[in-house]
């Protein structure tokens, strides 16, 4: 029953929103500059609301940069996953003149031209997670990220073995154009290329969404007359939703058709110890100690590695699953 | 008339539209410097006519000649081109630009930045003080404009090009004598100029005032053209509508020998009813069967006071009593659940819904007042559609076609309709018969001397007083927006005598402030 | 013989000129498509006690569509807009999920969980109707502000979260099935026929098409503007919130950054395929229909055909540009011209 205050609470503060944008009058109460001159300012321009994974590492880089840590956090999610609203948030930013940007791009390109303000204003950028497109080195100090390349070639790797005589695959993809998408395939693609047995029947986007990867699977499996082993989903929520197109198909997820998938959230460990998944690779979200520790190195004007990768585990069983997930933060 | 050849010659135009010769073999000339009136019963084709010359209709068969020459116009702005300009009866202006923009819309004074405003006002002021209509300030947004002066504006417009010839299709059908007399002076100058005018009205008097020559068509058919003044009004009537004139007039006048003394208890009795800037407080008293004329000229605040009475707009003063118990009303809704009904002046915006259907625009009001959720059945509907197409003579009596297709006589027929199936009490009818035909015109006429002997109380407003002064009980007489004076019509009442009324109150007036 | 004939071709041009019908040629095509990419895509098995097939997999997932393609064709008859219908989907779903994942999953909460949902769905449709007709903003910005607030108030209900719940009875509106036919499209066709009569065998069409149409001789008429508006707007807030249930039930997870995401374009799209003008006036439920059903299959075809991902976009863009000048008088008649012509010059030729 704990979820029915949450739902009132819910609808106190919503209604509190609702009458402050009938008003227009949305104003800002995180400009409190009042913590003393030493606070160092830190601009998040991140994802916002996109799933179990954002959410743990947003929560997880606000838990770090805290007021005891020194630091004054801005956070500014998108809204909708805009990247309109995130250039904006960067932007005012740069305006503001805080001491240093972290940016998790919805969308990889189009970063160039907001970058270089950041640049001539001399407010070092760090990447968080996502990275730009055209990957310009130049443009940001680092990016700090699970390499997306490497768990997801770890999860072809998996692939691989799990499939020594071959089989159909079907991948389910993000947004297209995100740089974690094409990230993801490329690493996937080095590594299954070279097994002359595992055939592509084809890719999809289900936008990380458990409700449309349901619905394109299921039509995948019609299209292919159920003829498919392997399902790469490339976040948990769309391996999710392809394990219930498999089970309304009348097959049995993880024994006529195998699904892998990337990020390693609660649900999917779950999934992944009822046998519904295969494979989980997690992409670790915690990284806010390594951020804190680049952040600082960046003021202090030490030279830092372009790319800072986090390292990330995998999840093969059952059993593997079951242990892990008492520890599970998100 | 001169000796000069005609600068338009339309023969033998016919034009079909499905099921319908629109236009049968008519011919017609104008030449330059003369005002020419197209006289007819609403149908009968001036619309037409004009349309077809200024190629907004294709026509089937005849020949038109401008200025010598075959021509044939892909429409009104190719027409326009060639020196013919059209203002239509219903005004067809930008109501959110300004009168200097309405007036220069698309011949806007270019410069090397773009368009030149100053410049383009300084040509709209020009053109408008040919017009005699220097008092009008250029930069006022046309929405706050009396429907009378976007009329001016509306003629303005059409004179920016400077043609050759100029067509007016019911110009003056929103105008009162004053305006009416003003746009007369500047069609004499221009005909003067050697402007050729088509005009049409259905003002007699206008026609009789203004134009050299008529040509009367009747049902898309060719009936004459004749020098004005060889051409008598009974004739002229008689010619339009194809019958007698004897039965006319008999329709309208036997009203005011049958007076309805009041007696009793009024139906609704209003004390210092008003609403700040547009209408006085006023004391009002109707009784059943009674016909209430309320006249004065245009703005004099009679439409004010009639939207005010069935609750269009809020009263912020003054109490109602109807049937002796007071009674809020606040909206139409109530005023229909009262028994009380209101046909508004502007009979295309807020009277008739165009894209529905006939049927559908009569039963609208009644199935409002039973309420969405109880439908009237269809059965219900076209008792209801039959009965007041049949009493009304509505035509062409096609329930299912949109009313947008109908004349704007049959249009005002079926919202009379409309009103008369919501079983009023109070029926206010505001301009009922502008811009329509003599034929129409009667017919609504007799519809409310019998409607007043059925006991229902009718509110009467017109700008033509005789039409007033024929149908009306009582006669209210306003200006600037507050009662001037109640008459007993009578024998002895005229159109004179309110005129007289509304002269001498200014006279008064000034006596009353010393 | 020539007065059949021509009255048959009267009928036919009536078809022709209706837009809908364009709409199911549309249909068609697209399943023709399919089905000379796989001569089996018609077919429908029977497997586990259920109908399943492609044509059933389009059905279901029609099913939100046409819930909320219905809502707003009533609200843009009105002459409005409502934008918010995506948001409010997002909004049922969330308060289904989170009430859920707190419950046992029995049937009665699954009910419970339902009638606050949709009571909540209601309630935030109404908050547009009442700003759109009591305190007179335009149907575009009210409707905004609750699209905005919308998924503002889903995130602030899960925290930010998909949140996952489990409930069979709740699941088996979306995926269940009576007689072997999905249940979630027999509510749907359900819903629809009931607003369809409704609308239609009260007078709450006619009155509905005045306000668009003209709503200053309406409102002079003694309809009531402000009443209907509101009703109006409900409705659509409480079929948005069907549309959410239906949406989150399917995988029992409500997605707050996706749920229904930019549905409210597809709900405009299916109400315009179904000739609704959206200036207001005349509309066409059973066209609205049409346009939903098109634009699933559209979205499955895409899927079918495996036209790839960053292709998708403008495959629909094409489809839908080529129905609607299909729709438009103009470029038919500009068609029939060009044959015209072409008959005329072949004829002269032969005769030369």
Known sequence: MRSIPRVARAFAVAGALTLALAACG???????????????????????????????????????????????????????????????????????????????????????????????????????????????????????????????????????????????????EGPAGVSVVNERNRGWDDAVASVPGLVKVGAQTANWSTEEAKSVFETVLKSNNNDIQLVFAQNDEMGLGAAIAVEEAGLTPGVDVKIATIDGTKPALEALAEGRLSFVAEYNPLFGETLLEVVEQVLNGEEVEPYIVVPSETFDSPEAATAALPSRKY | MTGAPPIVEMTGISISFPGVKALDAVDFRLFPGEVHTLMGENGAGKSTLIKALTGVYKIDEGQILVAGEERRFGGTADAQAAGIATVYQEVN???????????????????????????????????????????????????????????????????????????????????????????????????????????????????????????????????????????????????????????????????????????GEPLLKAEDLGRKGSSEPTDLELHQGEVLGLAGLLGSGRTELARLLYGADKPDSGTVWLRGKKTDIHNPTAALAHRIAFSSENRRDEGIIRDLTVRENLVLAVQAKRGWFRPLSRKEQDALVRKYLTELNVRPADPERPIKFLSGGNQQKVLLGRWLATEPDLLILDEPTRGIDVGAKAEIQAAVAALAAKGVAVVFISSELEEVVRLSDRIIVMKDHRKLAELENGPHVTAETIVAVIADEGDDEEGDSE | MTDVASRLAARRGAIVRNQAFWGVIAIVLLLAVNVVADPGYLSIGYNSGHLSGNLIDILRASAPILMIAVGMCLVVATGGIDLSVGSIMVVAGAVSMELLSGMDGTTGDAALT????????????????????????????????????????????????????????????????????????????????????????SALGLMLEAIGMDSRASRLAGVKRRSLQLTVYSVSGLLAGIAGVFATASVMTVDVSRTGYQLELDAILAVVIGGTSLAGGKFSIGGAVIGGLLIATLDKTVVFLGVPAAATPAFKAIVIVVLCLLQSERVRSLFRHRRALRAQSQKEAVAA
């Not at chain 1, 109460?29 to 590492?57: C, H, I, K, M, Y």
């Not at chain 3, 547009?128 to 007179?136: A, I, R």
């Not at chain 3, 007689?179 to 009931?194: E, K, R, S, Y």
Request: aromatic share 8%; hydrophobic share 45%.
């Open chain 1, 26 to 172: 949305g104003g800002d109460d995180d400009t409190s500059t009042s913590g003393g001159d030493e606070l160092v300012t830190v601009g998040f321009v991140a994802v916002g609301p996109e799933g179990g994974w954002r959410q743990a590492n947003e929560a997880n880089v606000q838990d770090t940069f805290t007021e005891e840590a020194g630091f004054e956090l801005k956070y500014a999610p998108a809204t909708n996953l805009d990247q309109r609203s995130q250039i904006d948030a960067f932007t005012s930013f740069v305006d503001e003149g805080v001491d240093v940007i972290l940016l998790s791009a919805t969308e990889g390109a189009g970063w160039e031209d907001s970058l270089r303000r950041a640049q001539e204003a001399e407010i070092p950028v760090i990447l968080v997670d996502r990275g730009i497109e055209p990957d310009d080195t130049s443009l940001y100090v680092t990016r700090i990220a699970p390499d997306n390349y490497e768990v997801s070639t770890a999860v072809a790797e998996w692939a691989v073995s799990e499939f020594p005589d071959g089989g159909n695959y079907f991948v389910l």
């Open chain 2, 93 to 263: 202006l930008c109501s959110n630009l300004s009168i200097g923009e309405n007036v220069m819309l698309g011949h806007e004074v270019r410069g090397p930045f773009g368009i030149n405003w100053k410049a383009t006002h300084r040509a709209a002021a020009d053109v408008l003080a040919t017009l005699g209509l220097e008092q009008l300030d250029l930069r006022r947004p046309l929405a706050t404009l009396s429907l009378a002066i976007q009329q001016l504006v509306a003629i303005s417009r059409a004179m920016v090009t400077k043609p050759k010839v100029l067509i007016l299709d019911e110009p003056t059908s929103s105008l009162d004598a004053n305006e009416v007399a003003n746009l007369f002076t500047v069609i004499r100058r221009l005909r003067d100029q050697g402007v050729a005018i088509l005009f049409v009205t259905h003002f007699l008097d206008q026609v009789y005032a203004i134009s050299d020559r008529i040509t009367v068509l009747r049902n898309g058919g060719f009936v004459g053209e004749y020098p004005t003044r060889e051409l008598d009004r009974t004739t002229l009537i008689s010619k339009m509508i194809g019958k007698d004139f004897a039965t006319l007039r008999s329709l309208g006048s036997e009203r005011q020998s049958h007076h309805y003394e009041p007696r």
């Open chain 3, 114 to 201: 339902l009638a606050i949902a949709l009571g909540i769905a209601t309630v935030l449709g109404a908050v547009n109707g009442v700003l759109v007709s009591v305190v007179g903003l335009q149907p575009f910005i009210s409707t905004l502000v609750m699209m905005l607030a919308g998924r503002g108030i889903a995130k602030v209900i899960t925290g930010g979260q998909n949140t996952t719940a489990d409930n069979d009875s709740f699941a088996w509106l979306a995926n269940g099935y009576v007689l072997g036919v999905p249940v979630v499209f027999l509510l749907a066709i359900v819903i629809v026929v009931l607003v369809a009569l409704l609308v239609r065998r």
